[in-house]
């Protein structure tokens, strides 16, 4: 039975080593002879600390100690102790103790853990790659929702974007009965602008409509480019219609500041509706304002504006 | 003074003598400045009706929890259970690793991180209950770890399937750079075992007033 048992420790596929209580090598599979390149008969009789250098540490000598004398199993993790036995492979190393008669014996596994090291850091890597993939992924997704939503020019809400939010404050509207304001403004003679000054020039005249009308209203009130040099403001009105006096003059103090580009004077044109007198919908109020704004573009003066509620 | 006073204090002082010296081990192992304190005690009769055990685990222990667990015979029958949220592990893990304690918000444990945990419990409960068998001349043979982690719930329902035993809890608090992690030992003995416990304690408390 002694032989079987003996076989077994010697081919284990893991690395058993038996010391005596003086820490004298009395054992050394073959396993370890494979891992360490130590044979056994280099081993046998030699102290564990002359074999194994890396163990002769101050933790392990207290832990070897406190396993001799009190029976304690002590466990070491591979990540945390790297080159006990030298090389490239991991090992966790448990120590624990046997006794025969009055004799006691430390009994030293090294398990081999390379394997899952190496799984584990190849998961890693993949997850880190997923993430990086993920954030492309969320960037990209980004762009493509503010192309269906952004104008790419004047970087303000296009028409689709006007339209769901315009729906929104109705409905709100509708519940809180309250009045909505709809502008509809043109930029007048736009097209000789583009002419004249060519279309870059043209370009930036709309982005900065489009930065002025924005400036002229709250950050929950709606501003959009409805097309080509048709632009749209909608806000509430909380305490009468009047209120859109003070948006208007906003837009006539800002435009004065910034209408010129070179020598291109920018004037525009507003038609006004409101919900509810104008209409129940996004629809009647679009054509209200459009039709003020036409009437607007009639009028000779400067800063034109009309207010659809006289019809 | 106070008998159990006196005597619990006796079991605090054990207990804060014994994790300094884990504290000790771990500092050397990871190279980090580690401390380790007990600063309150208590024993619960765990079939006590009135004993609730959420209510007198650290308040910081919610949620997901880390325990490593050993089991130990001979004189003192029993199980010690060192508990930490999972979370604040992840980050000790993270620090004995990459050297630094990167904000890891998920749960994820690998085998590497169980492995780590299984040697720190190892340090911690051996020290503690070794500490406690040497002195009080109690042999107990244990076993290496189990490292589980459990929501509170099924913990507490681990802990209260124990019938017949009595709970000594150790409120720790560990120390690891500017990481500061709040835990419990919770050691479940039988009530045999807690009274040979007490006793030993009395003889030493006997020995103090002599």
Known sequence: MNKILYDVLENLNEGVVLTNDKLNIDFWNGKMEQVSKINKKDAVGKNIFEILPQLNKDYFNKSINAVLKHGSKMFFAAAMHANIIPGNDKYNIKISRLSKDESKFLFIEFINVTNEFVRINELKKYINELNVLNTELKHKEKIISNLAYYDNLTGIGNRTLFYEQADKMLESAKINNSIVALMFIDVDNFKSINDTYGHDAGDKALVRVANMLTESIRNYDIVARFGGDEFVLMFSCPENTENYKKVVSRIIQKKDEMASIGEVKISLSIGISFYPHDGDNIQKLIRKADKAMYLAKKNEQKNKFFYSFCF | ?210
């Open chain 2, 1 to 210: 003074m106070n008998d159990n006073a006196v005597k619990y204090d006796i079991l605090k002082e054990l207990f804060n003598i014994s994790a300094g010296k884990a504290a000790s081990m771990l500092s050397e192992i990871t190279n980090r400045k580690i401390l380790l304190n007990v600063p309150d005690i208590k024993i619960f009769n765990a079939d006590d009706k009135k004993f609730k055990l959420e209510e007198n685990l650290p308040k910081v222990l919610n949620g997901t929890l880390m325990v490593s667990s050993i089991s130990f015979e001979d004189k003192l029958t029993g199980r010690a259970n060192l508990i930490f949220p999972a979370q604040k592990m992840k980050s000790f893990i993270n620090l004995c690793m990459n050297g630094s304690s990167i904000d890891d918000q998920s749960l994820n444990f690998n085998d590497m991180d169980f492995d780590i945990v299984k040697e720190i419990g190892n340090i911690i409960l051996n020290s503690i209950m070794g500490e406690i068998g040497n002195y009080l001349n109690v042999n107990l043979e244990y076993t290496l770890p189990e490292i589980k982690v459990y929501s509170k719930i099924d913990f507490r329902k681990d802990i209260e399937n124990k019938k017949s035993m009595q709970i000594l809890m150790l409120y720790i608090t560990f120390i690891i750079d500017d990481i500061q992690i709040e835990g419990a030992v919770i050691v479940d003995l039988t009530l045999n075992s807690l009274n040979i416990l007490m006793q030993k304690i009395d003889e030493i408390k006997d020995e103090f007033y002599e």
